[in-house]
């Protein structure tokens, strides 16, 4: 491939194509639009409908569709040709301005929380012209935002806009308090890394608990595992390196800057991660870059896994959001200055995001909650279920002596230059990394490492960038009022650090000291996705969102309960898969095995009453002690389910799921996969560990 600068964005009508396909005015119309968040002129949107579809249709296009992110999670499209009747027998391919701007696909579908009456099944998409459109299986796919007839918003979009505009906002003040009136916007950045596995699809689609569920429900381990390491950075097998550069061609004709591609800790498992991008973008960019990977690997006789966790005792899949604010004359706001002012104002900028995530560590770790990362977070592999956040050794110290109003000294001083007019100067600290860290400042950005892979990056961006602009606000508010801004700025620094340093944490996340001293130091530790989810609609939270109209409490409400039916749903399918797999394929395998291995016994002792029968009979008897105990925990799993599935309270329903399915599933598990150690491998119904994992 020498041709990647052509290719790169070919399918995507981004500025490049626009300019050359729109008169001037209507492109800077346009621009201004994508650039400034100016509202679109209607009058340029049949102008701009025209010149997609003829770009389109160049480029094989026959259909075109609105492109949304339902609460689903994932993307939905609703097709439709060019295709017109010209009123004499013919056709020919249309698009209107209106059928750029507005859809209407039937929404009755997709999940409201019960924002939608069921006699209103009617919702709308709405044209986000700040992303660009782009062509996919020949059909030209429009990024639209997705709410209900009343106005709220049923996708995952909206807010994340709104949050941006908010954002902005506040950040443009506090540059302006420094002296900066050339940026006109301020952008937050992602980049979003995401991990992935790759098994052999023939193996996958003998498992319905991967069929079904996306992970394995049961398995016992392979005789290896990760412990040696070896997969880390390994050399890529050619059949998953087929696969990569496929994926790669393919996300750059999309324009997605995907960057590096590695082995991961697990074995089968991968990395994939993009150059950052403006947050909306990145957010599009992540679900194309899920959605590929499934197609692209089906092409290559693969299934991949997504899922937070599809192996016990192996290492789950996460996805780290790398963050940071930038103005649009490409200045990173998190990257420490080498002059007083810029320090100050990083140290400011830094001050906010460590208050921030201080006041609403309940509201980030909901937007990390599903039932699949449950199992991921705190487990020795992925941070645990308190928020904190790591600074490194320098910035740390630095805030320290801000704190103690002690001189900031280091050995190396010839290396930082100390006692400046307001605040220590110093350089940027990339050397010391936490790995455990759920928060982690990265040099010149944070990087949030406790989303599931399976995640939309939304959600955790939305509330990064609304309660950092809710600190700002109160931030500029005061130094707009102060009388003496140094002495105001560096007083509301040290206040700030003093009372949030709680948050920062620089050792080992995964320790159980730890777990006790962020008790002490009163950070909550929300353990699971029921225990976390409430939050969302406390007083406290609900007030931060509706005060910069992020979300209205109705919205609130409602992603409350599509969050809570999301993970009792996920439960409840995985409990009735397990049943399923453990009542036609497991229980009839054991059976049958014993059944052979009791005749075998029985001629054996025929031939001879001097043969010994000891492994059979032991084996017989051992295997049928763990039927029972597989059809009882059965049983009773079955009843469970079916009392949380009657619940006619949400929350009940979830809490159900918790305390009474997982358990038992649980033991459902232990029984079958004890089994499966001692039942011959002819017998064995589906692949395991060991054929899935090193499969390729
Ligand atoms: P790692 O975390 O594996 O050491 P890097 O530090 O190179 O890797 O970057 C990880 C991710 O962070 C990449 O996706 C990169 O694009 C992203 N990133 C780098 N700078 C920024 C920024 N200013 N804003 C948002 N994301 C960024
Ligand atoms: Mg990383």
Redesign the pocket.
């Known amino acids: 491939m020498n041709n990647i600068p052509e290719i790169f964005g070919s399918m995507v009508f981004d500025d490049k194509a626009m300019k050359k396909r729109l008169p001037i005015e209507t492109y800077n119309t346009l621009i201004r639009t994508i650039h400034d968040g100016k509202t679109l002129d209607t009058d340029i949107k049949n102008e701009v409908a025209k010149a997609m579809k003829d770009w389109a249709i160049e480029k094989g296009a026959t259909h075109y569709t609105h492109w949304f992110q339902p609460l689903t999670g994932v993307t939905a499209e609703k097709h439709d040709s060019f295709i017109t009747p010209d009123g004499n027998g013919s056709i020919i391919m249309e698009f209107s301005g209106r059928e750029l701007i507005k859809g209407e696909p039937d929404a009755s579908s997709f999940p409201s929380g019960g924002l939608r009456a069921t006699f209103e099944a009617r919702g709308y998409t709405a044209w986000d012209p700040t992303s660009y459109a782009f062509i996919k299986d020949d059909t030209l796919c429009i990024p639209t935002a997705f709410c209900s007839y009343g106005g709220e918003s049923l996708d995952k979009k909206t807010p994340l806009l709104r949050s941006m505009e908010v954002i902005n906002k506040q950040a443009l003040r506090i540059l302006r308090l420094f002296g900066n009136t050339e940026a006109t916007r301020v952008l937050t950045?992602?980049?979003?890394?995401q991990e992935y596995f790759l098994i052999d699809k023939q193996m996958y689609e003998k498992r319905e608990d991967l069929k079904f569920c996306d992970r394995t429900l049961y398995g016992a381990p392979a005789p290896k595992g990760q412990e040696k390491d070896d997969h880390y950075f390994g050399t890529i097998k050619p059949r998953v390196m087929a696969f990569m550069k496929e994926l790669d061609k393919e996300l750059w004709k999309l324009g997605v800057l995907a960057?590096t591609e590695h082995n991961e800790a697990a074995p089968a498992q991968h990395e994939l991660?993009?150059?950052?991008t403006q947050t909306n973008i990145a957010t599009d960019h992540n679900q194309l870059i899920m959605e590929l990977m499934k197609k692209i690997a089906d092409k290559h006789g693969l299934a991949c896994l997504l899922h937070e966790k599809p192996f016990a005792g192996v290492n789950g899949s996460g996805k780290?959001n790398?963050?940071?604010l930038?103005t649009n004359t490409g200045e990173?706001l998190?990257n420490p200055g080498n002059t007083p002012e810029k320090n100050a104002q990083f140290l400011l900028l830094l001050s906010a995001v460590i208050k921030a995530v201080d006041e609403y560590q309940d509201l980030l770790r909901v937007t990390v909650s599903s039932a699949g990362n449950d199992l991921r977070l705190g487990g020795n592999e992925a941070p645990p279920a308190i928020i904190s956040m790591f600074l490194g050794d320098e910035l740390s110290d630095i805030i320290n002596s801000i704190i103690k109003d002690t001189s900031y000294d280091r050995k190396d001083a010839d290396k930082m230059k100390i006692g400046a007019k307001v605040l220590p100067t110093f350089f940027k600290d990339t050397t010391d990394r936490n790995r455990t860290s759920p928060l982690a400042f990265?040099g010149?950005?944070f990087?949030f490492r406790m989303l599931g892979s399976s995640f939309s990056i939304s959600d955790p961006n939305i509330v990064l960038n609304t309660t950092v602009a809710e600190v700002l606000d109160e931030f500029a508010t005061r130094l707009e009022s102060a009388e003496d801004f140094s002495a105001e700025l560096k007083m509301l620094i040290k206040e700030t650090l003093t009372k949030h340093s709680r948050i920062i944490f620089d050792g080992n996340n995964y320790s159980q000291e730890w777990v006790l001293d962020a008790e002490k130091r009163g950070l909550s530790n929300l353990k699971t996705t029921v225990d976390a989810l409430p939050k969302i609609i406390e007083r406290k939270n609900i007030e931060l969102f509706t005060k910069y109209k992020i979300f209205t409490e109705k919205e609130l409400y409602s992603r409350y309960e599509i969050m809570l039916d999301e993970y009792s749903k996920t439960i409840e399918l995985e409990a009735l898969t397990m049943l399923e797999m453990a009542k036609k394929d497991i229980i009839p395998a054991i059976i049958s095995y014993s059944g052979d291995l009791s005749e075998i016994a029985l001629s054996k002792k025929q031939l001879s009453r001097k043969i010994s029968t000891e492994v059979e009979e032991k084996t017989v008897e051992k295997l049928s002690l763990l039927t029972s105990s597989l059809y009882n925990a059965a049983e009773k799993l079955k009843l469970a389910v079916e009392n949380a599935k009657a619940s006619e309270d949400s929350k009940l329903e979830a809490a159900l799921c918790k305390d009474e399915l997982i358990p038992l599933m649980n033991t459902l598990r232990s029984a079958a996969d004890e089994a499966e150690l001692m039942v011959s491998k002819d017998y064995w119904p589906f692949p395991t560990y060991g054929d899935l994992l090193f499969s390729i």
């Open positions: 950045t992602v980049g979003p890394e960057k991660a993009p150059i950052f780290h790398n963050w940071s930038s990173n998190l990265t010149n950005k990087e």
